[in-house]
């Protein structure tokens, strides 16, 4: 079965951290480039962060930039949203998703999506 598995969500307290896993099942992660999306309760898809298909470069929305780190591992066909300084509007649940081509953050178009993972964020 092809498919994405999202996993590494939990509860943290602000200014913690996470890392949150995507791995790819049935497929090879190579030749796609991995974004990261997360969903509020009551608010729209967010795109999070893109790594190209090599890892050589990768794009991140405002919102997170500098606090989250995105990486992959295609002999582990693995990619990682490494989340630091965590704070309370970065709950939200977080999803991966792959597609063919250069990276941006838009949310459509894409050939697999993972199921989702829950972040929450709070004291």
């Known amino acids: 079965q092809l498919q994405l598995v999202e996993s590494g969500g939990g509860s943290v307290q602000p200014g913690g951290s996470l890392r949150l896993s995507c791995a790819a099942s049935g497929f090879s992660l190579d030749t796609y480039r991995i974004n990261w999306f997360r969903q509020a309760p009551g608010k729209e898809r967010e795109g999070v962060s893109c790594?190209?298909?090599?890892?050589?470069?990768?794009i991140y929305a405002d919102s997170v930039k500098g606090r989250f780190t995105i990486s992959r591992d295609n002999v582990k066909d693995t990619a990682y949203l490494q989340m630091n300084s965590l704070k309370p509007e970065d709950t939200a649940v977080y999803y991966c998703a792959v597609v063919r081509g250069s990276c941006t953050l838009r949310d459509s178009g894409y050939r697999y999506w993972g199921q989702g993972t829950q972040v929450t964020v709070s004291s």
């Open positions: 790594i190209s298909s090599s890892g050589g470069s990768s």
